[in-house]
């Protein structure tokens, strides 16, 4: 069998998210109904954080044990990753005493160098490039408040980051588009965007980009790994803050989507992400439902 790995959004087809999306569902609903689901029964995961988290930690944790088996944390601080161990070799010992592995890093050489060298299913949980659990699971929640989002708009206001690159690829395979706005000097990198990609607009005025959108979403100003930036970053982001103006541009009943951590009074105003139209803790609690759907369809295959 071959093995498949979630290292990049662009990795399933929109059939194999639409499994993943009707399952999300299903698992959600046993969760809210106190009913034991236990497919993964003595199946193990392994997660490597080379990066903090609180999410994405929980998510998968909770979700593995929910699922009947059992999660092992690894970072770098105490394992020997963080002390040169060759990326391949560690992947090589961690996928034969596993079933499923979850990893959080830095370039996504590394993830890809992981993957190539593992034995198991590998699942980015977030890289300098991408965030594909969390984008999974903010199309699972738009889906839940609105319908499809085949044909909709979603503007992407602030940093090009991890997160932008897994709404576009995520624009491509469900069909909407996205409006981003971004400071010129922290602009779209194209070798991270697939050359025939016509599912985005790049617009300097941020409040242009909320215009008509049924989704306006950001995220942090400096990410995991740029923190030297910060004072920079500061400065260049101004005027780019999603607040009660810009969301009076998009669609009166537009969602507001943050992956969290949040700064308040940086990319967001406390009155949008604290307002009625912010749906950010269903995201948190969506990546717990979506991820173990994911974890069921990568050991498991259909079921
Ligand atoms: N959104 C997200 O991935 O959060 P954590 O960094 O807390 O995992
Ligand atoms: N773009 C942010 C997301 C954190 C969940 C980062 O990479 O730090």
């Known amino acids: 069998m071959t093995i498949r790995h979630f290292l990049q959004f662009s990795d399933f087809s929109l059939a194999d998210f639409e499994h993943v999306i009707e399952r999300t569902r299903i698992i959600k609903h046993k969760f809210k109904n106190y009913e034991p689901y236990h497919p993964l029964m003595d199946r193990t995961l392994v997660m490597v954080f080379e990066k903090n988290s609180t999410r994405t930690r929980l998510s998968f944790e909770a979700g593995m044990h929910q699922l009947g088996g059992a999660a092992i944390y690894l970072n770098t601080r105490d394992s020997q990753l963080g002390r040169g161990e060759p990326v391949e070799d560690a992947a090589q010992v961690i996928s034969r005493m596993c079933d499923i592995i979850m990893i959080r890093t830095f370039g996504q050489d590394i993830i890809d160098r992981f993957a190539q060298n593992s034995r198991v299913p590998v699942i980015n949980g977030l890289t300098n490039e991408h965030h594909p659990c969390q984008v999974l699971a903010d ?165």
């Open 139 to 303: 199309i699972f929640t738009y889906i839940e408040h609105r319908g499809s989002i085949a044909g909709k708009t979603v503007a992407w206001i602030g940093d090009a980051n991890n997160m932008l690159y897994s709404w576009l690829q995520a624009a491509e395979v469900f069909g909407f588009h996205v409006n981003v706005s971004t400071p010129k000097s922290y602009d779209i990198d194209r070798s991270l965007v697939s050359a025939s990609n016509a599912r985005y607009t790049l617009f300097g005025n941020p409040s242009d980009a909320c215009e008509d959108a049924h989704l306006v979403t950001t995220d942090v100003w400096t990410s995991m790994g740029f923190e030297t930036e910060n004072a920079a970053r500061l400065q260049a982001f101004d005027g780019w803050i999603v607040d009660a103006e810009k969301m009076h541009r998009a669609k009166p009943d537009a969602l507001f989507m943050h992956c969290l951590p949040a700064h308040r009074g940086e990319e967001v105003a406390a009155e949008v992400i604290d307002g009625p139209q912010s749906v950010v803790w269903d995201e948190a609690e969506n990546r717990l439902h979506a991820q173990k759907a994911l974890l069921e369809y990568l050991v498991l295959g259909k079921v």
